[in-house]
């Protein structure tokens, strides 16, 4: 995409940019999730984790993580 009228790209991101306090959020609700599911005697696997750190960047939407799509 061009803005013509300063005649540069414009870059948007599929996922924005988060706030600090958003990421906060994500992080207490992804350790609180993966606590859970330890309690319940399952493991959280590596590839689970990188998954939430990716929510927890803001590298995935809420949707994205919960599906795993």
Do not use: C, W, Y
């Not at 988060?18 to 990421?23: A, H, K, N, Q, V």
Request: net charge negative.
């Amino acid at each position: 995409m061009v803005d013509f009228e300063r005649n540069e790209p414009v870059i948007t991101l599929a996922h924005p940019v988060i706030s600090d306090e958003e990421r906060r959020r994500r992080k207490l609700a992804v350790s609180e999730a993966f606590a859970s599911v330890q309690l319940e005697g399952f493991e959280v696997t590596e590839q689970e984790q990188r998954r939430g750190q990716a929510f927890i960047d803001g590298k995935m939407t809420l949707q994205e993580f919960v599906t795993g799509e």
